[in-house]
């Protein structure tokens, strides 16, 4: 197969590539390996994480289409109250996390009607579930890529001009050769205040396998897993108690904490207040990422709120997955900790009455569309980092660092983003790291390796640090990376130039930002602080 743009991956910013590749009028091939676009959003059932003036701005246009498309759906299919039905800024499950949680199977309802006129034009193919098993290369281009079909014995091979890597582990760097970066840099080369002395490239952040719960009568009590006994009883040398308690350390303090679970309270979802800067909002676990709030909806329609299990007790660290041999055991590991978190929560997790275990708790698989109950895929939180012409790094955000000067501005910059610098424990026995941040921007040079020509990055494989993709890795920017870097591959395509030579020549460079901002993208923030 050919076409002009070949897009591996289908998370937000392999979505995003394709629908700006595919809007300025090339044809695109987009894969996927699982069995919903969307990535973290969808198949890894994560709600959104997002800044404090999401609803305002602080995002790309097509990105804010997504959010609308998302309340949208819910007014015109879902059986809401008026009250909720009539609230501009409808947060479906009224979790703390998000202005907007919501089911999974909504995000991937809209995003592909965001993609079904150019699937009817002609003009995109998806190919899924397929996943990339080797490229070919001629010196510093990329040639080909070959894609297997995850369940049966099937190989497509693809060749396009421009090939962008939006799979959540950066899998095309090693299999073209692109030089790529992993787990933590060193002080020595980046200067960050908070990196290590020496470079710990194994040291990467938890893996998490999340999955949706809700609260009914009877006993819902799953299977002891096999592995439980280890999990119940394991405990970090940094976690303050065992990982399967309500104790763990606060993300910003690591003061050890105790935090609440009360499935289905009696709130209003209209007094939630999803801002990170007053309230990170885990006190109450059951709130925290909660996706269905059956206050939202008319009387008998839920018989329960639907909340979603993405908890520091989930998070995987015993290993990376990302460069081992043992990889799937690893991931098989990752859920077998998830079920544990499960079986503990029926059964032995303490009661604010004294009692222990909530066997009414019910794993809602069909939420997340699998089979085995638990999200499709893992919730991978670092990926596989290119080598670029411009690494972000700590000082060029960190609010400790900025202070009232703001975020570094970049000359070259294709978009804006905020959140925290927030790192979970990681592999190498690190404990939260979690730095305040400035609304900070994209530069196009973290966009575009060191050596390769036609190979772009299009989601948390940017050139960002260990530190940095704490910040970067979140929903809107992967979105907003992704889609720069389809309006890239057009316009390199267009003008017969490489990536490179835009960000090198000021007239490119001013007509490719100019068009960056033409397509509703926003590369400047207004005056404001961090947090």
């Given at each position: 197969?050919?076409?002009?743009?070949?897009?591996?991956?289908?998370?937000?910013?392999?979505?995003?590539?394709?629908?700006?590749?595919?809007?300025?009028?090339?044809?695109?091939?987009?894969?996927?390996?699982?069995?919903?676009?969307?990535?973290?959003?969808?198949?890894?059932?994560?709600?959104?994480?997002?800044?404090?003036?999401?609803?305002?701005?602080?995002?790309?246009?097509?990105?804010?289409?997504?959010?609308?498309?998302?309340?949208?759906?819910?007014?015109?299919?879902?059986?809401?109250?008026?009250?909720?039905?009539?609230?501009?800024?409808?947060?479906?499950?009224?979790?703390?996390?998000?202005?907007?949680?919501?089911?999974?199977?909504?995000?991937?309802?809209?995003?592909?009607?965001?993609?079904?006129?150019?699937?009817?034009?002609?003009?995109?193919?998806?190919?899924?579930?397929?996943?990339?098993?080797?490229?070919?290369?001629?010196?510093?281009?990329?040639?080909?890529?070959?894609?297997?079909?995850?369940?049966?014995?099937?190989?497509?091979?693809?060749?396009?001009?421009?090939i962008l890597d939006a799979t959540e582990t950066g899998e095309l760097l090693p299999l073209t050769g692109t030089e790529y970066v992993t787990g933590f840099e060193s002080q020595a080369q980046t200067g960050e205040p908070s990196a290590p002395a020496e470079a710990q490239p194994m040291n990467m952040q938890a893996v998490s396998v999340c999955f949706?719960?809700?609260?009914?009568?009877?006993?819902?009590?799953?299977?002891?897993?096999?592995?439980?006994?280890?999990?119940?009883?394991?405990?970090?040398?940094?976690?303050?108690?065992?990982?399967?308690?309500?104790?763990?350390?606060?993300?910003?303090?690591?003061?050890?904490?105790?935090?609440?679970?009360?499935?289905?309270?009696?709130?209003?979802?209209?007094?939630?207040?999803?801002?990170?800067?007053?309230?990170?909002?885990?006190?109450?676990?059951?709130?925290?990422?909660?996706?269905?709030?059956?206050?939202?909806?008319?009387?008998?329609?839920?018989?329960?709120?639907?909340?979603?299990?993405?908890?520091?007790?989930?998070?995987?660290?015993?290993?990376?997955?990302?460069?081992?041999?043992?990889?799937?055991?690893?991931?098989?590991?990752?859920?077998?900790?998830?079920?544990?978190?499960?079986?503990?929560?029926?059964?032995?997790?303490p009661r604010p009455d004294g009692g222990a275990g909530f066997p009414g708790l019910r794993l809602r698989g069909d939420v997340t569309g699998s089979r085995d109950g638990l999200a499709q895929a893992p919730y991978v939180r670092e990926s596989r980092r290119i080598r670029a012409e411009y690494t972000v790094v700590e000082q060029d955000l960190s609010?400790?660092?900025?202070?009232?000067?703001?975020?570094?501005?970049?000359?070259?910059?294709?978009?804006?983003?905020?959140?925290?610098?927030?790192?979970?424990?990681?592999?190498?026995?690190?404990?939260?790291?979690?730095?305040?941040?400035?609304?900070?921007?994209?530069?196009?040079?973290?966009?575009?390796?060191?050596?390769?020509?036609?190979?772009?990055?299009?989601?948390?494989?940017?050139?960002?640090?260990?530190?940095?993709?704490?910040?970067?890795?979140?929903?809107?920017?992967?979105?907003?990376?992704?889609?720069?870097?389809?309006?890239?591959?057009?316009?390199?395509?267009?003008?017969?130039?490489?990536?490179?030579?835009?960000?090198?020549?000021?007239?490119?460079?001013?007509?490719?930002?100019?068009?960056?901002?033409?397509?509703?993208?926003?590369?400047?923030?207004?005056?404001?602080?961090?947090?």
């Amino acid at each position: 197969m050919r076409a002009d743009v070949l897009v591996v991956g289908g998370g937000l910013g392999g979505v995003a590539a394709a629908l700006a590749a595919a809007r300025a009028g090339r044809s695109v091939i987009l894969t996927e390996e699982f069995d919903w676009l969307g990535g973290q959003l969808t198949s890894q059932a994560v709600p959104p994480d997002e800044h404090s003036w999401i609803e305002q701005f602080g995002l790309t246009a097509s990105y804010r289409a997504l959010r609308t498309g998302i309340r949208d759906y819910y007014r015109r299919y879902y059986p809401l109250t008026e009250r909720s039905r009539a609230w501009t800024d409808l947060n479906p499950g009224a979790g703390w996390v998000s202005r907007i949680c919501h089911e999974p199977r909504v995000a991937v309802a809209v995003l592909e009607q965001m993609l079904a006129p150019y699937r009817g034009a002609g003009r995109l193919t998806v190919l899924q579930p397929y996943r990339p098993i080797a490229a070919e290369t001629d010196g510093d281009r990329v040639t080909g890529v070959t894609l297997a079909h995850r369940d049966r014995d099937d190989r497509i091979d693809v060749t396009a001009p421009y090939i962008l890597d939006a799979t959540e582990t950066g899998e095309l760097l090693p299999l073209t050769g692109t030089e790529y970066v992993t787990g933590f840099e060193s002080q020595a080369q980046t200067g960050e205040p908070s990196a290590p002395a020496e470079a710990q490239p194994m040291n990467m952040q938890a893996v998490s396998v999340c999955f949706a719960i809700d609260h009914v009568d009877g006993d819902h009590t799953i299977d002891r897993p096999a592995g439980y006994d280890f999990w119940r009883d394991y405990k970090p040398d940094f976690w303050g108690d065992r990982l399967l308690s309500w104790r763990s350390p606060h993300p910003r303090t690591l003061e050890i904490v105790e935090r609440s679970f009360t499935p289905n309270p009696d709130d209003d979802p209209l007094s939630v207040n999803a801002d990170q800067r007053v309230n990170p909002g885990d006190g109450n676990l059951w709130t925290f990422r909660r996706i269905a709030a059956r206050r939202n909806f008319t009387d008998g329609s839920y018989g329960s709120d639907i909340t979603l299990v993405n908890w520091p007790m989930i998070d995987y660290f015993e290993s990376p997955v990302i460069d081992v041999p043992n990889a799937s055991w690893h991931l098989a590991k990752a859920r077998e900790l998830s079920y544990s978190v499960l079986y503990w929560l029926q059964t032995e997790a303490p009661r604010p009455d004294g009692g222990a275990g909530f066997p009414g708790l019910r794993l809602r698989g069909d939420v997340t569309g699998s089979r085995d109950g638990l999200a499709q895929a893992p919730y991978v939180r670092e990926s596989r980092r290119i080598r670029a012409e411009y690494t972000v790094v700590e000082q060029d955000l960190s609010l400790a660092v900025r202070g009232h000067h703001g975020a570094v501005q970049y000359p070259d910059s294709v978009g804006v983003g905020m959140y925290r610098i927030d790192l979970h424990p990681s592999t190498g026995g690190d404990n939260y790291i979690d730095v305040g941040s400035c609304p900070f921007e994209v530069p196009l040079g973290a966009l575009i390796p060191q050596r390769m020509e036609n190979l772009l990055p299009a989601g948390k494989n940017i050139g960002t640090t260990h530190i940095t993709n704490g910040s970067y890795r979140l929903h809107p920017v992967e979105w907003n990376v992704g889609e720069v870097a389809g309006l890239l591959a057009d316009f390199c395509l267009a003008r017969g130039e490489s990536p490179r030579a835009v960000r090198g020549t000021p007239r490119l460079l001013a007509e490719f930002t100019d068009r960056v901002s033409a397509s509703g993208v926003e590369r400047r923030w207004p005056q404001i602080a961090g947090y």
